[in-house]
């Protein structure tokens, strides 16, 4: 384990109510508490809770992102979405692109990338999501699919610009199922030797299924720069848990 700051973001996905605000309590204490101050938290709550986590976080160091956004800058007649200046205006500083939930419903590489130019143009830090699916897997079309996700995703964008890639498998989202360490490390590989030579500022996470039974199996692979955490990052408890045994 390197000394390098650990970045854990907790993808709310579509749960959590006023009600939830309580669990991160617990969470707040614990990042004040904590000897270690290598960790980054970040929360992505839905849409309906992103001000009430601005407000509550706003004296810690935890920080608030968004789980997407419409592809247009300006506003407009777009019934039912938000926009990235929307988002900055409100105090989030994240926002989640890419994401495979979001994919399969017909989210295009085209609309991704003019999202992430957006999210960019209103000075918020990106989270962008890639993987493949167990059919491509199976097909050994995984360097294919990631590559043609990041050249397309990332097409016009600066090499002053900071990115945090999320490399979340499709068919371990949810799952419970991690690949092993040597194919994990492999992909990760290969997706820094595309990000590098675009990108001087950036970061590398893993995504899907990511639990305290596994985190110090994960933590194995020091190319990581952190985690993106879906279902466990809504229990206060086993986020806290997956950060301790980070660093322990």
């Not at 097409?155 to 979340?168: L, R, S, T």
């Amino acid at each position: 384990m390197t000394n390098k700051i650990r970045y854990f973001i907790a993808n709310w996905k579509m749960y959590g109510d006023l009600a939830s605000l309580k669990s991160i309590k617990n969470v707040i204490k614990f990042s004040r508490l904590s000897k270690s101050k290598k960790f980054k938290i970040i929360y992505c709550p839905p849409y309906t809770l992103l001000s009430d986590f601005v407000d509550t976080l706003k004296k810690s160091s935890i920080e608030t992102g968004a789980q997407n956004i419409h592809e247009n800058y300006d506003f407009g007649a777009h019934t039912g979405f938000i926009n990235s200046k929307m988002l900055k205006n409100l105090g989030v500083k994240y926002v989640i692109i890419g994401h495979s939930e979001n994919r399969t419903l017909g989210e295009d590489h085209k609309q991704i990338n003019k999202k992430i130019l957006s999210a960019i143009k209103s000075k918020l830090n990106v989270i962008f999501c890639i993987g493949e699916t167990s059919t491509q897997r199976k097909n050994k079309k995984t360097n294919i699919i990631l590559k043609k996700q990041i050249m397309n995703g990332l097409k016009g964008i600066g090499k002053k610009c900071k990115i945090i890639v999320a490399y979340e498998p499709v068919w371990s989202i949810g799952t419970g199922i991690v690949p092993n360490n040597l194919e994990l490390e492999k992909n990760i590989k290969f997706i820094k030797s595309i990000i590098s030579k675009k990108f001087k500022n950036y970061k590398i996470l893993y995504g899907g299924s990511v639990s305290p039974n596994n985190i110090q199996k994960l933590n194995m692979i020091d190319l990581l720069d952190g985690y993106l955490i879906g279902g466990a990052s809504q229990s206060s408890k086993k986020l806290i848990d997956i950060i301790k045994k980070t660093f322990n």
